[in-house]
């Protein structure tokens, strides 16, 4: 999944550890990754927690997308910063999965929390043949 993720790669992110239903994802702020305040954007600290969550509840064969989250900024971060993202699964329940992430800078201090929502399809990743190498998930009837 993470070799065609073309938004984390352009965003510098680097996953530590990837286990099933566990991941880290670090990654440094840039001055382009700046919003108007001079800190980092709220939604360059999101695509950094989903990153990690998407990789630790993508866990078998089957496509598992984010049904929701919800985040919560605690400590602004800048230029030069290093954060980064844990991602703890704490249900997997027939399809759906909840998953804790929380987000630390460089000292430890948390940057922001958050908690997702997946569901599993019955789809496989794009290029798997058991789905003739098709990924629509905007068409997948599995996802409800």
């Given at each position: 999944?993470?070799?065609?993720?073309?938004?984390?790669?352009?965003l510098?992110?680097v996953?530590?550890?990837?286990?099933?239903g566990?991941?880290?994802?670090?990654?440094?702020?840039?001055?382009?990754?700046l919003?108007?305040?001079?800190?980092?954007?709220?939604?360059?600290?999101?695509?950094?927690?989903?990153?990690?969550?998407?990789?630790?509840?993508n866990?078998?064969?089957?496509?598992?997308?984010?049904?929701?989250?919800?985040i919560t900024f605690?400590h602004?971060?800048?230029?030069?910063?290093?954060?980064?993202?844990?991602?703890?699964?704490?249900a997997r329940?027939?399809?759906?999965?909840?998953y804790?992430?929380?987000v630390?800078?460089?000292t430890?201090?948390?940057?922001a929390?958050?908690?997702?929502?997946?569901?599993t399809?019955?789809?496989?990743?794009?290029?798997?043949?058991?789905d003739?190498g098709?990924l629509d998930?905007?068409?997948?009837?599995?996802?409800k």
């Open positions: 999944m993470m070799r065609r993720d073309a938004a984390s790669a352009m510098g992110m996953v530590e550890r990837s286990a099933p566990d991941a880290v994802v670090s990654m440094s702020v840039r001055p382009d990754m919003n108007g305040h001079a800190i980092t954007h709220g939604g360059i600290v999101f695509a950094l927690a989903d990153t990690a969550f998407a990789i630790a509840c866990e078998d064969e089957r496509v598992t997308v984010a049904g929701g989250a919800d605690l602004p971060t800048t230029a030069g910063q290093t954060l980064t993202a844990h991602a703890v699964r704490r329940t027939g399809r759906t999965g909840l804790d992430v929380r630390v800078d460089e430890g201090t948390t940057v929390e958050m908690r997702g929502r997946s569901v399809t019955r789809r496989h990743p794009a290029g798997d043949p058991a003739g098709d998930l905007l068409n997948d009837r599995s996802v």
